[in-house]
T-cell receptor, first 115, second 111 residues
């Protein structure tokens, strides 16, 4: 399977704990995106990387959130001191970059529940 | 704040009918437009993209774009119960390499 892979599929944590998610993009894709989606809403942009460089981060993103993409391959998204409002589906997507014509391909997502 | 607006639905159509899904966007400079299908509990799946004014057909799907009216639509011909899903409209934000998504329209195709 050469699609976008995310791990874990589900995460249940207690408020105040830290969590980390992993994303492995399609191998030839140099751009990687993180989105968050809550019930009844469309995906909301969080951040994106081109190779290992983090080029944009949403202004809505709390400083409790951090993302990395070492060596331009897989990426991790960490949430520190989780809050109940962080409960959502965290989606990773990748693209080959098309000069603005971005076709994003999504992974299966990580469903986070903060108790 | 750039916006992408969709009617949340549900849009209910009988099997075999044409389903018409609509989307408007606020950024006049947007250049790329995408339709994603999302089944309940699953991740979005790209089904159509369009860059130029007019129609683009792919099997039972037709995407229509009118940049002057800032309007993009998706037609699904011969709708099937398996088309029942949420359809997300996404727009490339001018000057940025990211997509802005609407909240989606829920489509229900009944036998």
């Amino acid at each position: 399977d050469t699609g976008v892979s995310q791990d874990p599929r589900h995460k249940i944590t207690k408020r105040g704990q830290n969590v980390t998610f992993r994303c492995d993009p399609i191998s030839e894709h140099n751009r990687l995106y993180w989105y968050r989606q809550t019930l009844g809403q469309g995906p909301e942009f969080l951040t994106y990387f081109q190779n290992e460089a983090q080029l944009e981060k949403s202004r809505l993103l709390s400083d409790r959130f951090s993302a990395e993409r070492p060596k331009g391959s897989f990426s991790t998204l960490e949430i520190q001191r989780t809050e109940q409002g962080d409960s959502a589906m965290y989606l990773c997507a990748s693209s080959s970059g098309g000069g603005g014509n971005e076709k994003l391909f999504f992974g299966s997502g990580t469903q986070l529940s903060v108790l | 704040q750039k916006e992408v607006e969709q009617n949340s639905g549900p849009l209910s159509v009988p099997e075999g009918a044409i389903a018409s899904l609509n989307c408007t966007y606020s950024d006049r400079g947007s250049q790329s437009f995408f339709w994603y299908r999302q089944y309940s509990g699953k991740s979005p799946e790209l089904i159509m993209f369009i860059y130029s004014n007019g129609d683009k057909e792919d099997g039972r799907f037709t995407a229509q774009l009118n940049k002057a009216s800032q309007y993009v639509s998706l037609l699904i011909r011969d709708s099937q119960p398996s088309d029942s899903a949420t359809y997300l409209c996404a727009v490339n934000e001018r000057g940025y390499n990211k997509l802005i998504f609407g909240a989606g329209t829920r489509l229900a195709v009944h036998p």
